[in-house]
């Protein structure tokens, strides 16, 4: 795995996705455990835990299908800052996501964060994720 943590966990969870595995394990950062901690909050995913083997710390993502057919409450996952490229945006030209059906995740002066949380404390900062 490269340096990109987040890119790490975003393609996890994709691949998880298109598998219908029920849980995905990702190597523990506060940045994964923050963002960990949102989808939690917004009901995409149904649990994680954080626990250690040997000297290694890991996050465990239970994530949530329904039906039958197991469709997954996280249809889609994309990363919009890269390492080669971040984009910023302020409080004011945060991007809604389906019309704000989805979330945009955002690393903030004040945490991680929601779109949401982001214009109701109005600050801006780097836009992490997409996620519907």
Not at 11 to 21: D, F, Q, V
Not at 115 to 130: F, M, P, S, T
Request: hydrophobic letters at 35%.
């Amino acid at each position: 795995m490269g340096n990109d943590t987040i890119a790490n966990m975003i393609t996890s969870i994709r691949n998880a996705n298109l598998e219908k595995t029920k849980t995905v394990q990702i190597p523990t950062t506060n940045i994964t455990k923050n963002i960990g901690r949102i989808l939690l909050q917004e009901g995409f995913i149904q649990n994680f835990r954080e626990h250690q083997e040997n000297k290694n710390s890991f996050l465990t993502l239970t994530l949530k299908y329904q039906g039958r057919k197991k469709k997954p409450y996280i249809t889609t996952l994309r990363r919009i800052s890269k390492p080669g490229l971040r984009m910023y945006s302020n409080h004011k030209e945060i991007p809604r996501v389906l019309g704000g059906m989805g979330i945009v995740i955002l690393s903030t002066s004040q945490g991680i964060m929601t779109d949401r949380e982001a214009r109701e404390k109005q600050v801006g900062g780097e836009i992490l994720c997409y996620v519907w």
